[in-house]
Nanobody, 119 residues
Framework: QVQLVESGGGLVQAGDSLRLSCAAS????????MAWFRQALGKEREFVAA????????YYADSVKGRFTISTDNAKNTVYLQMNSLKPEDTAVYYC????????????WGQGTQVTVSS
């Protein structure tokens, strides 16, 4: 069992940056592939970024590639999403996830944190 708690969301202007954090507790953090998803109002949840258990590989949705960076700090059991050059279309609730298998098929979800980007 893994518990995930996101933080760091807020209201920013277009072009600003935010860093989301996701603190994990429970089983060994490094046993899971970690990912971020987002869900905008009225839309389906979509994949944003993922990182493998070893941290050696990262994957990004085309819409955020070059602007967002996912990383982990295994000593702190925390995964981060650094978001730069934010756009109004990045507005969504952002969810952290943990997967025993593929990162795009999560086993555990956090409660989400709202990110709002004004134009």
């Amino acid at each position: 069992q893994v518990q995930l708690v996101e933080s760091g969301g807020g209201l920013v202007q277009a072009g600003d940056s935010l860093r989301l954090s996701c603190a994990a507790s429970g089983r060994t953090f490094s046993s899971y592939a970690m990912a971020w998803f987002r869900q905008a109002l009225g839309k389906e949840r979509e994949f944003v970024a993922a990182i493998t258990r070893s941290g050696g590989s990262t994957y990004y949705a085309d819409s955020v590639k070059g602007r967002f960076t996912i990383s982990t700090d295994n000593a702190k059991n925390t995964v981060y999403l650094q978001m730069n050059s934010l756009k109004p279309e990045d507005t969504a609730v952002y969810y952290c996830s943990a997967s025993r298998g593929s990162a795009i098929s999560p086993d555990y979800w956090g409660q989400g944190t709202q990110v709002t980007v004004s134009s």
